[in-house]
């Protein structure tokens, strides 16, 4: 497995040359240029520095690099030599990369000035991210970027004023624009891309400097709360996620046709040099099922934000492929369903009422970003079935739990534990830990993931939701129209069980509900403005503070909301915990067809032992299974088990689990007319003694006898 060290030549150290060099550009001299052809060695000394105002950052890490020494220039943090425009470019990596030129060596600026660059960015930042800084807190100076929407915009106090100019579209993703901004103080500000006005504003006076703040290059130097939220936790460095190359700076406003000229002087080698980055799901071969530690790999930026080792993630594969389930930090280790085209499903969390008790924001995992209160464990992985702990604690974006009880310290926390089955169907069991357990709980939401580049249309059709009964009666639910209003989902079928979320993928996310006449199903309102359905980016994988970012493209990860279930009945219950449990899975069926894994479920076959030491201790919904215990010693004589199925009880891959299980032993199973391959045996082993487990690829509506017969290992 290949990871991200600080040793690979990722972090290899940019040469910045400052002043006249050679190139295709025109022939007006800038006063300060940066290329980034070079490597110079990692320097031993940190950059000493003043801390010049209250939004400088007052740095004293040593630099990864000293470039030309006499200019006083430098590279901070993680980046990457790569092709540019001419010669190589910095590939910043969107968490920490800057270039700093220090205040004393800066040229004065007294009358106008132009700012030129070469860009492809990767993604937008979630607020303003640098191409080129030398403001100070956007009170004085210059400040060169683009916004979270992608737009290039320039800003600078003129005449005592902080004025702004911006683009009217956003920078194409992935593929290298020229950008340049000018200031005339007869003219104002005009902002270009590809050699083109993009936008200008009329401001009059002149340019107001910032004499003793760094020029810093791929890096905003006022750290700002994420799409401007600004009671979300501390602001944070936003910095540009991309390329950047040829950076200019000159003492006077250039004239568009000198812009122009620049542009069709360069002709980049590659065109996009870039790609949108893959949400990791693990191998989907369908070679074997199992759960696996492992750990997934991003792309080498943001893996490097993680101190983890080779066994950080978790992913649950199958013998046939279509489907992972999967466990990854990137979530907040939110459980996936991951779809072989790569669509991410998840069925929520739980989740508690935002802004409560000293909490910022949503209260949830997904406000961990860095999982600091969340962990997952493989405790089985057989052939017959899988069990995964998954802890965590619902948490606001201040990293703060809700509820903390003043005599233990303790605050809320979750187990939920997932049996996960050959078939892609599972249980999931939620147990909330908790001093107000009967505060507002939520416990699903039919939430999608949207990979890079994917838009939410890609991947849900618009008929998004069916939902069904136990008889079969189903309803349809299309967006928009369904979200023009809030609460409840309209003509639900009496005591609504069963929900398929209609993704674009050979299979489909299923879940099964225990009904009750207080269940309800309800939908967000409305839709964002450049999708039918709720569109969101501030999770997975943002490391920002934000608990809500609406999506206006799909340039980073994201997701929508498609429904969300409440109010079903406790598995069970104590003073301060509480457990709900649901069935889950992928199908390619429709909602009216998965009537028989439901009834099998909710109403199980009855089920007798006829023969052998076995003592019945009854169908556990939580785990999907049919309990037994070895209750006497004479374990040798074969073991017969009849379940009673009907077609008002099923039997659909019934699950058997007998406890107590011989030491140094396994089993042979037999059912009349099922292949050796419909049967799935698996071994448990616990420190109060083995648990042996039978899956069987049954789906009948007939009695069944079920021989089990103890194997020497």
Not at 172 to 185: E, G, K
Not at 264 to 275: C, D, N
Not at 305 to 321: C, E, I, L, N
Request: proline letters at 7%; aromatic letters at 10%.
């Amino acid at each position: 497995m290949k990871h991200f060290r600080r040793s690979l030549p990722f972090l290899a150290v940019a040469g910045v040359f400052i002043g006249f060099h050679s190139s295709a550009w025109c022939d007006a001299s800038p006063v300060a240029s940066w290329t980034f052809e070079e490597v110079q060695s990692t320097a031993s000394e940190p950059l000493k520095k003043k801390k010049t105002t209250r939004y400088a950052q007052d740095y004293k890490e040593s630099p990864s690099g000293i470039l030309n020494k006499d200019s006083g220039d430098a590279v901070f943090g993680l980046f990457e030599l790569v092709d540019g425009v001419s010669g190589k470019a910095m590939k910043g990596d969107g968490f920490s990369s800057k270039v700093v030129r220090v205040a004393d060596r800066l040229p004065s600026l007294s009358k106008g000035f132009s700012l030129e660059a070469w860009v492809a960015p990767q993604e937008y930042s979630q607020n303003q991210s640098a191409i080129v800084d030398c403001s100070q807190g956007r009170e004085t100076g210059f400040f060169l970027g683009i916004d979270k929407a992608g737009r290039l915009l320039v800003q600078a106090n003129i005449g005592g004023k902080w004025s702004v100019c911006r683009s009217s579209d956003p920078l194409p993703l992935l593929r290298w624009s020229h950008v340049a901004a000018t200031f005339d103080p007869a003219t104002g500000l005009s902002v270009y891309v590809d050699g083109k006005v993009a936008g200008s504003s009329p401001v009059e006076g002149s340019l107001v400097p910032a004499p003793e703040t760094d020029l810093w290059i791929g890096m905003s130097q006022m750290n700002q709360t994420p799409d401007g939220h600004s009671n979300m936790g501390d602001p944070l460095p936003m910095v540009f996620d991309g390329l950047i190359d040829e950076v200019r700076l000159y003492d006077a406003p250039r004239s568009a046709s000198e812009i122009a000229a620049d542009v069709a002087s360069v002709t980049p080698s590659v065109a996009q040099p870039l790609k949108f980055r893959v949400l990791p799901s693990g191998p989907q071969e369908g070679k074997r099922f199992g759960a696996f530690h492992a750990r997934l790999e991003y792309c080498p930026e943001w893996d490097a934000q993680w101190r983890v080792g080779d066994t950080a993630d978790v992913v649950v594969t199958f013998d046939h492929p279509g489907a992972n389930f999967v466990f990854w930090r990137g979530t907040g280790y939110i459980p996936h369903w991951v779809t072989k085209n790569g669509v991410w499903y998840n069925n929520q969390f739980v989740e508690r009422m935002g802004n409560s008790d000293g909490c910022r924001g949503c209260v949830e995992p997904m406000s961990d970003k860095r999982c600091r209160f969340s962990h997952v464990r493989v405790i089985h992985s057989t052939p017959a079935r899988t069990l995964i702990h998954w802890r965590y604690a619902p948490v606001g974006v201040n990293y703060k739990q809700p509820f903390v009880d003043p005599y233990s310290g303790q605050g809320d926390w979750v187990d939920e534990y997932y049996w996960i089955y050959p078939d892609m169907t599972a249980t999931r069991s939620m147990t909330l830990h908790s001093t107000a357990i009967d505060c507002f709980a939520d416990h699903q939401e039919s939430i999608v993931v949207h990979q890079p580049g994917r838009k939410p249309e890609d991947n849900i059709e618009a008929k998004a939701v069916s939902i069904a009964n136990l008889k079969g009666e189903t309803v349809d639910y299309t967006y928009p129209e369904v979200a023009e209003d809030g609460g409840g989902l309209k003509g639900l079928p009496s005591l609504p069980c069963i929900q398929v979320v209609n993704l674009k993928s050979e299979l489909r996310p299923f879940i099964v509900i225990p009904p009750s006449p207080k269940v309800s199903v309800g939908k967000f309102k409305g839709h964002s403005p450049f999708s039918i359905f709720k569109w969101w980016n501030h999770w997975p994988v943002s490391q920002g503070r934000s608990p809500s970012s609406d999506a206006l493209d799909a340039n980073r990860p994201s997701h929508s909301s498609v429904s969300f279930w409440k109010h079903w009945e406790p598995y069970r219950s104590t003073r301060n915990s509480e457990t709900l449990i649901m069935m889950h899975g992928m199908t390619d069926k429709g909602a009216k067809d998965l009537t028989g894994i439901a009834k099998a479920w909710i109403s199980p076959a009855p089920a007798s032992v006829t023969e052998g030491a076995l003592k019945d201790l009854g169908y556990d919904m939580e785990q999907k299974a049919y309990v037994f215990e070895v209750s006497g010693e004479d374990a040798d004589v074969p073991m017969r088990i009849r379940l009673e199925a009907s077609s008002d009880s099923p039997l659909v891959h019934p699950v058997l689990v007998i406890r107590y299980w011989p030491e140094d032993t396994t089993a042979k199973v037999d059912v009349a007319g099922l292949k050796a391959e419909q049967i799935k045996v698996g071994l448990e082993r616990a420190l109060d003694g083995n648990t042996l487990v039978v899956w069987l690829g049954l789906d009948v509506v007939t009695p069944v006898e079920v021989q089990v017969t103890k194997r020497t290992l």
